[in-house]
């Protein structure tokens, strides 16, 4: 068994939420939120930041850590065990181009329930949940956008 860590963002730009889609060889074909493997002397929230740019060209701030999802994938001769941390980001704007070379072929800003109903994976749809709450209640405390979270 190979463990992976990666970390990822719910990105949110005036209430909308960032998605890519991914479809490489016919094999793989989702909607999916930005996230990536951790490298060698990286701090999580460095890799979170790290991969929503590469992945999506967005320039995001991290607002607060939402938690982790971990699932299991085989590949060949071998099975993978990946815990992936997640962080709520806010967007500087509306601008994102998917990374190609990592087979994202389009992304975009939607509605909490489009965003929700694309996403391929169970799991990305509970942190999508959890993340979107927690932006609703800095909305409801006027925190939201003014940079004084914690």
């Keep these: 068994m190979i463990e992976a860590v990666s970390c990822g963002g719910v990105v949110i730009y005036r209430g909308k939420i960032l998605t890519l889609y991914k479809s490489y060889k016919n094999k793989y074909d989702g909607w999916v939120l930005p996230k990536g493997t951790v490298e060698a002397g990286e701090e999580y929230k460095e890799t979170a930041l790290r991969e929503v740019a590469e992945e999506s060209g967005v320039h995001a701030s991290i607002i607060k850590y939402v938690g982790k999802s971990q699932y299991t994938f085989s590949i060949p001769d071998d099975v993978v065990e990946k815990e992936v941390h997640w962080y709520l980001m806010m967007a500087n704007s509306y601008y994102s181009k998917p990374q190609r070379e990592e087979y994202f ?27 979107y709450q927690q932006y609703l209640e800095l909305r409801r405390a006027n925190l939201w956008g003014t940079r004084k979270y914690f």
Excluded: P, T
């Excluded at 800003?109 to 959890?130: C, D, G, P, T, V």
């Design 105 to 131: 072929v389009d992304s975009g800003y939607y509605k909490f329930h489009e965003a929700y109903h694309l996403l391929k994976f169970s799991n990305e749809r509970q942190i999508l949940e959890m993340a």
